[in-house]
């Protein structure tokens, strides 16, 4: 526990300042998260005798982060390059006597868009116009309602939501997680809407906590299948007391899209 704490801690004062500042500090700082978690997907999938591209995974997803943050207008023909490499690759691997290469393409694919194309997502979310604030928003909704759904679930749960994926799960824990997403999104907004420069109004804030509360533990629930095929209790160690990169951004990878085209649609 005292590693974990110290590990938080150090993340937060390298993290915090990049996000205020933005830039290049923040885009390395996600890019860190997103490699490396890119380097952990592909380990997992390799132990169990797949083959993904590995060094199209991390170049492609390098590109991905680059374009979408500083050339939007190349991030989609970036993306259909990146697809017909893989395919590319995957042929010629194929030729060379690989019979799972068509499964190895797929794995790829997953790849690039899972973690790179949604993950690109934390950098679009904070080019919005003052999008520090809004990921100071959106952000700590998810972070909250895991805690809410941490505690709780650890104390009163009792009916498990998925066995099989994430046993210490419940149903309690999960609901606790939804309440405790949508206050915050609504306390945050009041805060920033008052004394910060966002027009957003309490009701918009706990609506987009309700959203993220509901639909962001699926994050975790995917990366928990990725685990349980590859037989892996965390995805890496690059991170003390928490596991690996993958570990820390599974709900990243749905609360950043999601947040991102909420305040998109309903609030700007």
């Known amino acids: 526990m005292l590693k974990r704490l110290i590990t938080t801690l150090g993340i937060l004062v390298i993290g915090l300042p990049a996000l205020i500042v933005g830039g290049i500090p923040y885009f390395l700082v996600i890019a860190f998260f997103v490699v490396t978690a890119a380097h952990e997907y592909n380990q997992m999938l390799e132990s169990i005798a797949t083959?993904?591209?590995?060094?199209?995974?991390?170049?492609?997803?390098?590109?991905?982060?680059?374009?979408?943050?500083?050339?939007p207008d190349y991030a989609a023909i970036t993306y259909a390059v990146l697809i017909f490499t893989s395919m590319a690759w995957h042929v010629w691997q194929y030729e060379r006597g690989r019979d799972q290469a068509a499964q190895d393409f797929s794995i790829t694919?997953?790849?690039?868009?899972?973690?790179?194309?949604?993950?690109?997502?934390?950098?679009d979310l904070r080019n919005l116009p003052n999008g520090a604030w809004w990921v100071f928003l959106a952000m700590p909704a998810v972070w909250l309602g895991d805690a809410g759904a941490y505690a709780i679930g650890a104390a009163y749960g009792k009916h498990k939501m998925?066995?099989?994926?994430?046993?210490?799960?419940?149903?309690?824990?999960?609901?606790a997680g939804v309440f405790t997403a949508m206050i915050?999104?609504?306390?945050?907004?009041?805060?920033?809407?008052?004394?910060?420069?966002?027009q957003v109004s309490v009701g918009q804030g706990a609506l987009l906590g309700l959203v993220l509360g509901l639909l962001t533990p699926?994050?975790?629930?995917?990366?928990?299948?990725?685990?349980?095929?590859?037989?892996?209790?965390?995805?890496?160690?690059?991170?003390?007391?928490?596991?690996?990169?993958?570990?820390r951004i599974d709900?990243?990878?749905?609360?950043a899209p999601i947040g991102y085209f909420f305040i998109l649609w309903f609030i700007l």
């Not at 009041?190 to 004394?195: K, L, N």
């Open 218 to 247: 699926l994050g975790d629930f995917g990366e928990s299948m990725f685990k349980r095929q590859a037989h892996m209790k965390d995805s890496g160690n690059a991170i003390p007391g928490h596991g690996g990169a993958f570990d």
């Open 51 to 71: 083959r993904p591209a590995r060094w199209l995974v991390i170049v492609g997803i390098v590109a991905l982060l680059v374009t979408r943050n500083w050339l």
């Open 109 to 123: 694919l997953t790849g690039l868009t899972y973690l790179g194309w949604l993950g690109a997502y934390l950098l």
């Open 162 to 175: 998925s066995p099989r994926l994430s046993p210490k799960k419940s149903w309690e824990g999960f609901s």
């Open 251 to 255: 709900s990243w990878l749905w609360g």
């Open 184 to 198: 915050s999104g609504a306390f945050l907004a009041y805060c920033y809407s008052t004394w910060g420069p966002l």
